[in-house]
């Protein structure tokens, strides 16, 4: 272990429309790899990135949170405007702090906050086509709002994966902290907060809400999805375009995490 | 005069990033050229379509007004679904009426409002990188709004227009009903609201009031410009992927301009 490496967290935001996803695949553009093209092109180093949450391919960032090791002593600002000098216009470094070289973003991550948005109406709006999945018939806003409540609390997931074979998740159990459906001017928008996620769990709630939206399901039906436990039986899976990583909460704000004498 | 023709009225929206404009130009695709060739490919006219305003290359609008004649006799909700499936997925119709043959979409609106968004911030945001003008710097926001509120009122808006050598405006004085700049959350939105434009003018405006934001020139250099009359002295010109046509007014709703017996 070389003793001179320090560790440094990014807060970053993207627009996922271009890239495979957060993760590194050898034969597309990633949002971990185009960070981690940056840090070789300012630091000279080859060094792996880490992400909070890892975003499946077009799904966008408000506020993604990454960490790596380095030997150089750059400040975090420099951080800041060097990599948004390097990197692509579509994903930005926010902010950088310096933390011990045990923080992990991952496991210390307390909660994240996913938004998803649906467009609701029978004509397209070119100015969201991007952020946005269309829906055409008029969704019943409340009654999604009140299957969406019933998500809080400590629940087994398991109805919300779309598939297992390839999975090596441990547990379908996860904590949701809130989660609520709420119109804004057209847009019906859809925020769930949890201590974390299973893989497409968000957009097979939003496909799951979405039917209780056009009457095809009631509510007392979309709690029986819920209370199965049986992959594949909620959705369908709504589009990534709609869905936006909001936040990964810590216990203590990012910049807390350094110790000089570490 | 075909005595056949009616003239039909649509609300559009479009996100200006890949036209050259609203107006027509041969070699590059316009706003008007796609909504030419979307209702050639409805109705197998070749009509010619007029707009209330005419945007810049890059400029997007959320309700552009535009009506074009035609001997088709389809109902106004056949056009929006039609349009909608032959037009590219950047420009939607919105709304369709039938109005009179003599309503002219740009002589009878009574005014425009236009919308500005700076993203006053120090690092870019990706999720709107397409659609708000970075500036770095910390811009005061009031005296932005001071200066905007100077613009209310009829005044000879020479200095707002970048060059008048190719132009056939007549008159460069402008009516403004109201005109303000705001903060919401990490963007400073201008908004004008005015009888008509000259070309540039906003974009002109709001490059004055950015150097007002950055303490380049007071409240009073403000007026100053204003009260030259002298082309060129505002500016610089903002960048379009900013501005958007927000609406066109008419002095009643645009499903009130059709008479049976007409």
Redesign the interface.
Known sequence: LDTNLKKVVLVV???GANYCGFQFQPDAASIQGELEKALFRLTGENTRVAGASRTDSGV?A?YQVVSFRTSSDLEPDVY?RAL?HFLP???????AYKVNRDFNVQRQAVSRMYEYCILNSS?????R?L?AFQVHGQLAVEAMNQAARLLVGEHDMASFVTDFSQSVIKSTVRQVFAAQVEQREDLIVFNIHAKSFLPHQVRNTVGTLVRVGMNKIDIKEFETILEAKRPGLAGPTVPAWGL?LMQVNYPRPLGEYYDEDL
Do not use: E, G, S, T
């Open positions: 935001a993207y627009d966008h408000r800041v948004n216009q579509d994903i930005a470094v926010k902010a004509v397209r709006d070119p100015l086509r952020y936006f």
